[in-house]
């Protein structure tokens, strides 16, 4: 049975109720993260010898050495030449997709010279090595592949490591079919903590990487923060969210499988849906009980809607706009007439889904902008994965005799104020009267 929450913006306390059902801890505890840092100080120490024994112990293997875990170049290429032709259509086209957005992220190097010729820049370069973490097993995400190996690759880096467990010895087609349309370079099967220590600080047979992203469950996570600082990673991620902002005028079915859309994945998702019109959401409310029943997550779906989802009657559509930012979500869905000319209401979320006819799911899978987006009402201050995040940036500085001139004074002051001697006479000594006189 679904009892969803009903939440009304003029009830005095509604901001309270709200912060209360956006409210949610990491279950990572103390227990986790003592594991997660034993784990990681082992494959320091041991490299490739404690692959091979956690991934006996953990996912129910009894492989001998490292080679077993390399997946070759060819395991890949038969994956993909096994797959149905509709499910290699499919994702060929996705993969096309997202390549063709995320080129038009990428940002360039420039330069400029001011009058005096100094010459002043950034330089644009690709990161050396990333690692991707594929979820495996019975979860099998060849959509996250793409979505995290294609923007590096269009970053233009050298080299991308792959690690996916394959508990029972069952690695996933779609996953490997995915990894060769992406480029993916080395594949590993091996997972969780172990998996992430490897990236980080690299064995005798898995390269070091540079930064490390992908998603996994709260060990991987776990393990993500801890090694953070030694290598880069793309984010901490929470429950997957949708919120949906709706008129009234959109089919109540369509919109209650949108918000299914979210709560299937796991417990812990959270989908909520904004209104002015009270009707409407009995209306939603009612398609959901309905359609609940003929879904076959439908005990992951009842659990998250009864637990993290709401139904909200707001005065307007101001007011939606209003929660919306207030809630900053993953997803967020405008299901309203002229959705562009409510745009420039949008302050916070990782992805905008405008108009009745864009279901969040196209976002997840082909529409081409990156599923990878910040949980937990951090789009008020990040962004959703892409071309940058692959990318370094940095400052080119060039001073031309008399730029050195102009600048040196500056500095020599500035520094001379911090009590800073040295970085004071160093700039002090290019300046021309300086000069001159030496």
Same mark, same amino acid.
């Given at each position: ?51 091979? =024994? ?12 490292? =080679? =077993? ?43 400029? #010279? ?34 995290? $190996?294609?923007?590096?690759?269009? +970053? ?32 590993? @099967? ?14 005798? @047979?898995?390269?070091?990487? =540079? ?10 996570? #776990? ?59 009995? $209306? ?31 005065? @307007? ?57 910040? #949980? ?50 160093? +700039? ?11």
């Amino acid at each position: 049975m679904l009892e969803i929450k009903r939440l009304n913006s003029l009830e005095p306390d509604f901001w309270h109720q709200l912060d209360a059902l956006l409210a949610w801890e990491s279950v990572s505890d103390e227990q986790v993260s003592f594991a997660v840092r034993d784990i990681i100080q082992t494959v320091r120490q041991q490299g490739d010898q404690a692959l091979v =024994d956690y991934t006996n112990r953990f996912d129910r293997r009894d492989v001998i050495s490292i =080679d =077993d875990l390399i997946v070759p170049p060819e395991r890949l290429q038969q994956a993909l030449n096994s797959l149905e032709k509709n499910q290699r259509v499919s994702l060929e086209q996705a993969a096309t997709r997202v390549r063709d957005y995320h080129l038009r992220q990428k940002q360039e190097s420039w330069q400029y #010279t001011e009058a005096d010729g100094t010459v002043l820049g950034q330089q644009i370069t690709p990161l050396d090595r990333a690692g991707l973490y594929v979820p495996g097993g019975k979860a099998a995400y060849p959509s996250s592949v793409l979505m995290n $190996a294609i923007p590096a690759k269009v +970053a233009g880096v050298n080299e991308i490591i792959m690690v996916v467990p394959a508990p029972d010895n069952l690695l996933n087609n779609m996953v490997l079919a995915a990894a060769a349309i992406a480029g993916v370079d080395k594949v590993f @099967s091996i997972g969780g903590a172990q998996a992430v220590a490897a990236m980080a600080y690299g064995t005798q @047979s898995v390269p070091r990487v =540079d930064k490390i992203v992908g998603p996994g469950n709260i060990y991987v996570a #776990t393990a993500k923060s801890m090694v953070f600082g030694a290598v880069g990673i793309d984010m901490i991620a929470g429950p997957s969210e949708i919120l949906v902002i709706c008129d009234g005028e959109t089919d109540p079915e369509w919109i209650a499988m949108d918000l299914f859309s979210q709560a299937e994945h796991d417990e812990q998702a959270q989908a909520i849906l904004v209104s002015p019109n009270a009707e409407f959401l009995d $209306a939603v409310q009612n398609s959901m009980s309905e359609l609940v029943q003929q879904m076959p997550r439908s005990d992951i779906i009842r659990t998250s809607i009864n637990q993290r989802g709401a139904l909200i009657h707001v005065e @307007s559509l101001e007011q939606a706009f209003e929660v919306a930012n207030y809630v900053a979500p993953e997803h967020l869905e405008l299901s309203i007439d002229e959705p562009k000319q409510w745009l420039p209401k949008v302050k916070h979320a990782g992805a905008i889904f405008m108009g009745r006819y864009t279901a969040e799911a196209l976002g997840d899978y082909c529409a081409g902008p990156n599923h990878v987006l910040p #949980t937990s009402r951090t789009a008020r201050f990040s962004s959703p994965l892409g071309v940058y995040d692959f990318q370094k940036r940095s400052s080119i500085i060039m001073c031309s005799e008399e730029g050195a001139d102009k600048l040196g004074q500056i500095a020599s002051t500035l520094a001379h104020s911090e009590g800073l001697t040295a970085h004071a006479r160093s +700039a002090e000594f290019r300046i021309v009267q300086n000069l001159l006189e030496s």
